[in-house]
């Protein structure tokens, strides 16, 4: 049901709504005024603002206001111009503290579910999620809150993740490629492409934009090795957090070099840093930035401040590496698994290596707004919202 | 000529190196050990580390170090591994402050030459960047450095700029297409598909890492109007810092929403949400995030901080226009504007529509870390360094 209008005045810079229910919202002319949507001011075929902020007078003051039916209440500005607002459209954008978060949400949906080794791996058919909105719905829902989702009976060769691509919008094109081969390889140009053990890590941090969402489908496994291991890294952080402040305090305000340097898709030689734990305004992890093998030996902080470093990383290290925190588990041909490459921290366990390729996996990454908005444009059909 | 080592010294946490011109260094012995350059801890084809930090003990010392002929230190450590490091490798990776700075700057380039109406618009033929590596060096070392170059001479048709994607590596892929045709269209998705004026704006501020530099080719100019401006971003950041801090700390504070709802190349409902400035930890401008077409109604900040908001983006916004700050020009068919989109805001005036298309321009994005990858192999290639 749409919010109705008991009574709209004019309060000096504010425009103060009374609505049925009780409840009062307070909107600041200025921002009445530019976001006028009438066609001088709003471009509808675009969503997008027309009217350029050299028009906009802060420190204006509504005219006059009126309701018309508790629908929709009227604006008129000092030089005549009339604006007109939807409740329902007013409503939502209050400047309440509890209306602004539960907006936020709607838009980025912050959900978390944190786990640890007693992580049920979610599952879902791979092609329930080609051929079902529901579906995808429900995969992209659970990639969001748990950061990994684990799809099902994909065909055994490649090109499943370009589907997979065109079923989100697109992939994320990297100096690896479009999509990217994961087996043994000769004079590997990354340490994925060997038979050797991976301690957890997280995708490309010498991106700035490290890729948001990985995605792996195995093709063909090892009899022997080859497991997966996984961890929850903002559960991680939260627990170093508390238990060792310094550290967190460390890695989340130490820049650190990355570098990849090589050819692939064209040749690179690519130079990043960031901080091992990107955190919010309220100290909150928000990307995790780590991967051992591409740390560069540059290292861009005094030396008495270098010791203290590694103590800290090897802290966060453990942590990722007890036994409470991990889950193991082994890829099956077929499996694509999908997951936060900001959150989730990935490894594998070494296979014996051989004249013949054993182990294949195909890659590839999307970014965090694709998905995002793939996962927006679902939920609005799933859930015939406007 | 490469640096000689006169003396080697294990300090307890250390080792000291006395170089032969007298100034000294001192490395921390777990980064020594961290940073072994041997096929055990390093695989040189991936040009990455392989020890495992699980492996590294953060109290190490060296049981032993020596010389080798001066360019070379050996170390010892106590479970009998040997570590070698090159004295030149050594002396880039000195942790004095100004060998840091030194290094970092060779990483990053970070030197900028700031610009007002007064701008001496670099301009460079098409066809030299194309096929000559001192022009394509020219070419993004000036990019980096002014934020600006115009490429002369291209064909006037579309696909000038696929080339160009493959001269530095690979365009950057968005909701808009590979690239994208900036031309009157009906039922524009985006204001830049209309005739109307462009206020000064950066491209794509919804995107959590909005494109870094974006390329703009004239296939066709409309012989009324359609003028670009272009103003330094950081340059007038650097002056209202000054004149205004206040203003400057709430535009680099305050988390503004973005939305863009439509269909280009998929459909698309991103939200996103980015400061108008983006600083470092001097407070130092290093992105500017500021389309006011498609900055949101929705806005999460409490109503009383709404108007010094607005007044503080007024202010901003008027010193991007001043006649002082911008640079207006008129893109010429066959013109290429490649420009910093995080640095560099653009406009454009508006031209008369009708039931022609007069003007047509191509567009695509690139990211810096692809454009930074190119500079760093031309410039080793150009300057033959090591």
Known sequence: ?????????????????????GSESRYPCVWLRDNCRCPLCFLRSAGARRMPLEDLDVDIAAREVAL????????????????????????????????RA?????????????????????????????????????????????????????????????????????LRLTFYGPTWQVQDK???????????????????????????????????????????????????????????????????????NYTDVGVDYCDFAVHGKQRIIDIDSRGQAVRINYNNATR???????????????????EFNDLLNSAEHKFTYKLEPGDIVTFDNWRVLHGRRSYPSGPEVTRHLEGA??????VLSRLQILRKGVLNRD
Request: with cysteine.
């Open 68 to 99: 018309a039916d508790g629908k929709k209440i009227s604006v008129t500005w000092p030089d005549e111009h009339a604006s007109e607002y939807e409740a329902e459209w007013l409503k939502k954008r209050c400047f309440s503290e509890e209306a």
């Open 296 to 314: 560069d030996a540059v290292f861009d902080i005094p030396a008495e401040k270098v010791r203290p470093f590694y103590a800290a990383l090897k």
């Open 186 to 256: 000769a004079d590997a140009n990354n340490v994925a492409y060997t038979t050797g053990k991976l301690s957890f890590h997280t995708d490309y941090p010498v991106l700035h934009h490290p890729p948001g969402v990985q995605f792996l489908h195995c093709i063909k496994q090892t009899t022997a090795g080859g497991e997966s291991e996984v961890v929850d890294g903002f559960h991680v952080c939260n627990k170093m957090k508390q238990q060792n402040p310094e550290a967190y305090q460390i890695l989340s305000s130490t820049a650190v």
């Open 102 to 170: 539960e907006m936020q949400a709607d838009l980025f949906l912050p959900e978390r579910q944190y786990w640890g080794s007693d992580l049920q791996l979610p599952k879902i058919p791979f092609e329930e999620v080609m051929h079902s909105d529901e579906s995808a719905y429900k995969w992209l829902c659970t990639l969001k809150k748990v950061g990994i989702v684990l799809l099902t009976g994909a065909a055994t060769r490649q090109g499943e993740l370009i589907k997979l691509g065109h079923r989100i919008g697109f």
């Open 1 to 21: 049901m749409s919010p109705a209008v008991r009574k709209v005045e004019a309060l000096g810079h504010f425009v103060r709504v009374e609505w049925e229910d």
């Open 365 to 370: 990454y999307a970014d965090w707004d694709v």
